[in-house]
């Protein structure tokens, strides 16, 4: 629960989403910095005209796989599903993933 309230907390602030993700144990951010590496790759301009998938629509489907909010009230859970489709932007946008390019 801690770990998604940093990642709710940082949904505003490129440079904050970064660093949280930073943190993460090195298998764990290595599997992330591959599926970021994807969705950087199918978001880019390039590609949008074939398969309409922008960062936005990107970011929209991928966020619930990558954060999952522990409240239970369907008014929190409404609440912040746009600060982390926010965060999952910021990193697909942000977030350099030329060390598991060789993956």
């Known amino acids: 629960e801690e770990f998604y309230d940093r990642c709710i907390a940082a949904s505003d602030n490129s440079d904050a989403a970064v660093a949280v993700i930073d943190e993460l144990p090195e298998l764990n951010r290595t599997i992330l910095l591959f599926i970021l590496r994807f969705l950087q790759v199918m978001g ?9 998938m922008t960062y936005d629509n990107l970011a929209m489907v991928w966020a619930p796989n990558f954060l999952r909010c522990p409240s239970e ?30 993956l």
């Open 44 to 52: 880019h301009p390039d590609n949008q005209k074939l398969t309409k």
């Open 73 to 102: 009230d369907p008014m929190i859970i409404f609440q912040n599903t746009k600060r982390e489709m926010s965060f999952v932007r910021h990193l697909v946008l942000r977030k350099n993933t030329e060390e598991v390019a060789h």
